[in-house]
Nanobody, 124 residues
Framework: QVQLVESGGGLVQAGGSLRLSCAVS????????MGWFRQAPGREREFVAA????????YYADSVKGRFTISRDNAKNTVYLRMNSLKPEDTAVYYC?????????????????WGQGTQVTVSS
């Protein structure tokens, strides 16, 4: 059974930075493409970023492109999301997820395993 545990969320002022981590256990991280999604209050969960199983390819939502960076360390079984220049509209619960089939994907339905989420709050 694959387990994902996010950490690193918190309260930050607009313009600040945070780095989220997602620790994966149960299977080797290199078996999965990984993604980050987020859900703001009253809104549907949306795609944020994805990285291929090899780490060679990354993909971002337009709203975070140039500000967020997804990376992975397969040796540490950990995926990261570096978030810079944060805005109040980035406030959400952030989830990491694992996709066992695709090279990488921005589709929520492709991800079989999900973490419990970590809260990110950006104050203006």
């Amino acid at each position: 059974q694959v387990q994902l545990v996010e950490s690193g969320g918190g309260l930050v002022q607009a313009g600040g930075s945070l780095r989220l981590s997602c620790a994966v256990s149960g299977r080797t991280l290199s078996s999965y493409a990984m993604g980050w999604f987020r859900q703001a209050p009253g809104r549907e969960r949306e795609f944020v970023a994805a990285i291929s199983w090899s780490g060679s390819n990354t993909y971002y939502a337009d709203s975070v492109k140039g500000r967020f960076t997804i990376s992975r360390d397969n040796a540490k079984n950990t995926v990261y999301l570096r978030m810079n220049s944060l805005k109040p509209e980035d406030t959400a619960v952030y989830y990491c997820a694992a996709d066992p089939r695709n090279y990488y994907s921005d589709r929520e339905a492709d991800y079989d395993y999900w973490g419990q989420g970590t809260q990110v709050t950006v104050s203006s």
